[in-house]
C-alpha cells in the first residue's frame, strides 16, 4: 500500500531506506530512495502509474551513463551538477527541471563540494537501462561533454 504523505526528515524520508544506486555499486557515491511507487512489469499491477526517487550523488561521483526507451523528468533539489544529454553538458543547480527523451544518452555529475541532489520521476513499467554502445562513448568523448563526463563512474546494471 503506497501511503498517501510520507515525511521527510534530516536524512532522508519517512519509512524509505536509501539503497546503494545497484547492489553491485556499493561504492559507487550515489544513493536512491525510492520515496512514491516501484518498478512494475505491468501496468495492471496494483500502485501508482509514477515513480519518485531521489538521487544524492556525494562530491566527485556521478550517475550511471546509460540511454533506455523511456523518458524522465528531474529536478535538482541541492548543490551543483552537470546534466549530460547527447553531447552536451549543462550546468545544473537547485530548481532546475532536466528532460531526458527517449533513448538519448544521458548522466548528472557532481560539479560541486557538496552532495548533489534531485529527484527524478519515470513510469512504473519501464524498460531497463542500455549501457552505451561504442559508437556512443566515442561521440561523447569527441564532444564538449566528454570533458565532464564520467563514463565509468557505476557500473552497468544486472542483465534480468
Not at 19 to 39: E, K, N, Q
Not at 41 to 60: N, S, T
Not at 81 to 86: C, L, P
Amino acid at each position: 500500500m503506497q501511503r498517501r504523505v510520507t515525511r521527510a526528515h534530516q536524512r532522508g524520508w519517512e519509512g524509505v531506506e536509501p539503497a546503494g544506486y545497484t547492489p553491485d555499486a556499493p561504492g559507487s557515491g550515489v544513493a536512491r530512495h525510492t520515496i512514491v511507487g516501484s518498478r512494475k512489469r505491468d501496468r495492471g499491477e496494483p500502485g501508482p502509474a509514477m515513480e519518485l526517487r531521489y538521487f544524492e550523488v556525494q562530491p566527485g561521483a556521478a550517475s550511471r551513463l546509460e540511454k533506455h526507451e523511456h523518458e524522465h523528468y528531474v529536478i535538482v533539489r541541492t548543490g551543483l551538477g552537470y546534466a549530460i544529454i547527447g553531447d552536451e553538458a549543462t550546468e545544473i543547480a537547485p530548481n532546475d527541471v532536466i528532460y531526458v527523451g527517449p533513448l538519448e544518452l544521458h548522466q548528472f555529475v557532481n560539479r560541486g563540494n557538496e552532495p548533489f541532489g534531485f529527484y527524478c520521476f519515470v513510469d512504473t513499467c519501464r524498460d531497463f537501462s542500455q549501457e552505451p554502445t561504442p559508437e556512443d562513448l566515442a561521440r561523447l568523448e569527441a564532444s564538449p561533454a566528454g570533458a565532464v563526463a564520467k563514463p565509468f563512474a557505476v557500473p552497468p546494471p544486472v542483465k534480468r
